[in-house]
C-alpha cells in the first residue's frame, strides 16, 4: 500500500453497488431468480459477479447455457428484478455516506460516480435515494466502451470535472473498480463492505472498513 501524501482535495469518485448502495445481496437475489427460472441448475465454475459488469456476467453464463435468452435480454431482466428488490427491501443508502457528502459540499467538493451498471439502473438507485442532485458527474457501463477494470470510466469522470487525477480520490469496494482508478492514475481507497463477500483489495492504496474513516481527508480538505 502506498503512504499519503498530502495533496489538494477536489474530486471524490465512488462507485454505485456495495460503494453508495449495499446492493450486492439483492443482485444476488436477482441473479438466483434468473436461474430457477431458466433452470441454471449449477453455479460451481461461474464467475465472481461482484465488481464484474452484469452484462459480462450473464455474456459467460450464456457461452455455458447457450440456450438462454441473449445477453442484452438477460440483462435488461436483471436490472429490473435488482430495482424490484432494491424497492421492496427499503434499502439506504451505505452508512455515513450521507454524511460524508454534506461535508464534501461544504468544503466545495466535488463528487462523481463510475459505475458498472446501466445508466437507468444508476438513475433509478440516485433517484430513489434522492442521491441524483448530490453527484456533480457519473458515468454508467453503457456509456464507455472499455469497462472496469479499464481506467476509461475514471478518465471520463476526470475529463468532465476538468481536475487532475492526483487531486481525487476513488472508493472502491472490488478488485476491478481498484484496478480501474489505480490505472487512472487516482488513489484510491479499497472499502471492505461485509455485503459485497470476500474481495482482494491489496492493490488499494489504503483500505478502510467504514466510510466515517474518510471524514477527515474532507474535513481538512486534502489527503
Not at 471524490?12 to 445481496?25: A, C, K, N, Y
Request: with cysteine; charged share 30%.
Amino acid at each position: 500500500m502506498n503512504v499519503l501524501k498530502r495533496r489538494d482535495l477536489g474530486l471524490i469518485v465512488f462507485d454505485l453497488d456495495g460503494g453508495i448502495l449495499d446492493s450486492e445481496p439483492m443482485h444476488e437475489i436477482a441473479r438466483r431468480k434468473m436461474f430457477r427460472k431458466y433452470s441454471v441448475l449449477s453455479t460451481e465454475g461461474l464467475p465472481c459477479p461482484v465488481g464484474l459488469a452484469t452484462g459480462e456476467f450473464w455474456r459467460l453464463i450464456k457461452k455455458q447455457c447457450p440456450d438462454l435468452p441473449d445477453e442484452e435480454a438477460l440483462v435488461k431482466e436483471h436490472y429490473s428484478l435488482a430495482e424490484e428488490i432494491v424497492y421492496e427491501n427499503h434499502l439506504k443508502a451505505s452508512e455515513g455516506l450521507l454524511n460524508l457528502l454534506e461535508k464534501a459540499r461544504e468544503n466545495g467538493i466535488r463528487i462523481g460516480l463510475a459505475s458498472s451498471s446501466t445508466r437507468s439502473f444508476v438513475d433509478a438507485v440516485l433517484n430513489y435515494l434522492s442521491l441524483y442532485d448530490k453527484f456533480d458527474f457519473t458515468i454508467a457501463v453503457d456509456e464507455v466502451k472499455n469497462k472496469k477494470p479499464d481506467p476509461e470510466p475514471y478518465l471520463r469522470i476526470l475529463e468532465r470535472a476538468g481536475i487532475s487525477a492526483k487531486d481525487t480520490f476513488a472508493v472502491e469496494d472490488s478488485e476491478s473498480g481498484i484496478c480501474s482508478a489505480k490505472a487512472a492514475g487516482i488513489y484510491c481507497f479499497g472499502y471492505k463492505n461485509p455485503t459485497s463477500g470476500e474481495q482482494n483489495l491489496k492493490n488499494a492504496d489504503k483500505i478502510i472498513s467504514r466510510l466515517y474513516e474518510l471524514d477527515v481527508y474532507v474535513e481538512n480538505g486534502w489527503f
